[in-house]
């Protein structure tokens, strides 16, 4: 049961984050590693991530006191 609702959906995200995929076009060509250099080239990924661990450092001390 855990591999049918864990483990296959993980794999599949992965092997399609390989691929060039659009909501428009069905092409699945193999893109290899340039969707991910095109992620961490993206100034709104960091921009996230900063929004992210600006969050986190202010709820988390915020959550251990009141916990």
Do not use: E, K
Request: proline share 3%; hydrophobic share 55%.
């Amino acid at each position: 049961m855990l591999v049918c609702v864990g483990v296959l959906p993980f794999l599949y995200s992965v092997m399609v984050s390989f691929q060039g995929l659009s909501l428009i076009d069905q092409d699945t060509r193999f893109q290899g590693l340039a969707n991910y250099t095109r992620s961490l080239s993206d100034a709104r990924l960091w921009a996230s991530v900063a929004h992210t661990l600006v969050i986190m450092a202010l709820a988390l001390p915020i959550q251990l006191v009141l916990g």
